[in-house]
C-alpha cells in the first residue's frame, strides 16, 4: 500500500500511467471488449487488469493520478452504441460523472463507432480492463500535462 494512491491501481498499472507521455492513449474496458487481442498490439503488448471495480470506479482510480489532455477537449472516447450513436448508456453517464469531477468541470465525452474503437485502442499504450459487465464500457483517454509549479 501507498500514501495517497488509490488502491485500485496495482503496480503493473501505476507503471504504465507513468510511463505514458503527452497525447498517448490508453483504454478503459469492459469485460466483453477482446482486452488481449487488442493489447497484444499496444505500446505495452498485453492486457493490464483492475479486476473487480466498475468502469467508473476504475475512472475514478485512474484519473486521480492522469492528468487529461484538456486543449484537446473532449480528451475521452466512448465506444458508441451500434444504431444509436448519441445513446448514452448508464455506464456511460457513471463514467461522465467521474470525468466532471475529476476535472472540476464539464468535459464531456465524444463517440466513437464500434468497429473504430477497436482499431484506435490497438494504437493505444495499453488496455486496461475492469471487472465492468455492462455493455459499452469501454473509453478512450488520452494523458496530459502537468504544469510545472510556479
Known amino acids: 500500500m501507498l500514501k495517497n ?11 504504465a500511467l507513468r510511463a ?7 483504454v478503459i474496458s469492459d469485460t466483453n471488449f477482446p482486452s488481449d487481442s487488442v493489447a497484444r498490439h499496444t505500446t ?15 475512472m475514478k482510480a485512474i484519473l486521480s493520478v492522469l492528468p487529461l489532455d484538456t486543449p484537446l477537449q473532449p480528451s475521452v472516447g466512448r465506444m458508441e452504441v451500434m444504431g ?11 463514467v461522465q460523472k467521474e470525468i466532471d ?6 468535459a464531456p465525452m465524444y463517440g466513437i463507432e464500434r468497429f473504430a474503437f477497436y482499431e484506435k485502442a490497438k494504437q493505444a499504450y495499453c488496455v486496461i480492463t475492469t471487472g465492468e459487465t ?9 494523458k496530459g500535462v502537468i504544469p510545472p509549479a510556479a
Open 101 to 106: 469531477a475529476a476535472e472540476g468541470k464539464p
Open 84 to 94: 444509436a450513436p448519441d445513446q448514452l448508456e448508464p455506464v456511460q453517464a457513471e
Open 20 to 26: 505514458m507521455g503527452h497525447g498517448d492513449t490508453l
Open 134 to 142: 455492462r455493455f459499452y464500457g469501454c473509453f478512450l483517454l488520452t
Open 44 to 58: 505495452v503488448g498485453k492486457v493490464l487488469h483492475i479486476d473487480n471495480v466498475s468502469a467508473a470506479r476504475a
Open 5 to 15: 494512491i488509490d488502491p485500485a491501481l496495482n503496480a503493473d498499472v501505476l507503471h
